[in-house]
């Protein structure tokens, strides 16, 4: 017999969907599904007492989220990214963002760094947040940059590749509370307002704490015209 993944009280009706997706992410976060889990919606719909219809939308909201990822005939899983994977992610992110940032540069108006000034005033008073309240606003940042990048298709290539990046530390930080070690965004903030000397790869790779190879190596911080 399987076991039960999730113990907890059957969905209710009225928000059934955001209750059921609601109901993994903490099953999810708290490790009572693990890493790497297969998430079987027959399962689920059985330990929810559902059906499988709002167990697919939430699945499908996890996977936007990048909480769980979809491998072609095997179904849906629970992130799971090992250390080398994390550092790959990063190499191809770093190139993106430093393009999502440049063309954001050129799109934002002043309402926009406002509202983004917000998330971080944000950011800066979640001390005592749990984890992920901290890693959903640092998300929220990058992504609402990535939406003003004005193409659709580098947003949507920065979301789907970095989402699991920010969901698995979250999962492996778990419940645990207090302030976590947050890069520094006002630079990024900067750069967006046109108050930065540095270019858009410059001021994303120091974010990331990136180091290029010798053989790509990007120019050095520099004062001057970004």
């Not at 993994?24 to 219809?53: C, H, M």
């Not at 008073?125 to 940059?145: I, K, T």
């Amino acid at each position: 017999m399987k076991r039960k993944l999730i113990s907890l009280s059957p969905a209710k009706t009225p928000t059934l969907k955001h209750n059921v997706a609601g109901t993994l992410t903490q099953a999810i976060l708290s490790g009572r599904i693990r890493p790497g889990e297969r998430l079987n919606e027959s399962q689920l719909s059985r330990d929810l007492e559902v059906s499988r219809a709002p167990i697919r939308e939430a699945l499908h909201q996890l996977l936007e989220q990048g909480l769980v990822q979809n491998s072609p005939r095997r179904g849906m899983f629970v992130v799971d990214l090992g250390d080398e994977e994390a550092l790959m992610i990063r190499d191809v992110r770093v190139i993106l963002e430093a393009e999502a940032f440049r063309m954001a540069r050129q799109h934002v108006r002043r309402a926009d760094l406002t509202r983004l000034g917000q998330i971080l005033t944000k950011l800066d008073g979640a001390g005592q947040a749990e984890p992920l309240s901290q890693v959903r606003l640092d998300y929220d940042f990058h992504r609402a940059v990535w939406s003003h990048c004005g193409n659709q298709y580098l947003e949507r290539t920065l979301n789907g590749l970095v989402a699991p990046v920010f969901s698995h530390s979250v999962i492996r930080l778990g419940s645990r509370r207090g302030k976590v070690a947050m890069l520094p965004h006002q630079p990024l903030l900067d750069y967006l307002a046109g108050d930065s000397a540095f270019t858009a790869f410059e001021v994303v790779a120091a974010h990331l704490e990136y180091q290029p190879p010798a053989s790509v190596q990007a120019p050095p911080l520099r004062s001057g015209t970004a």
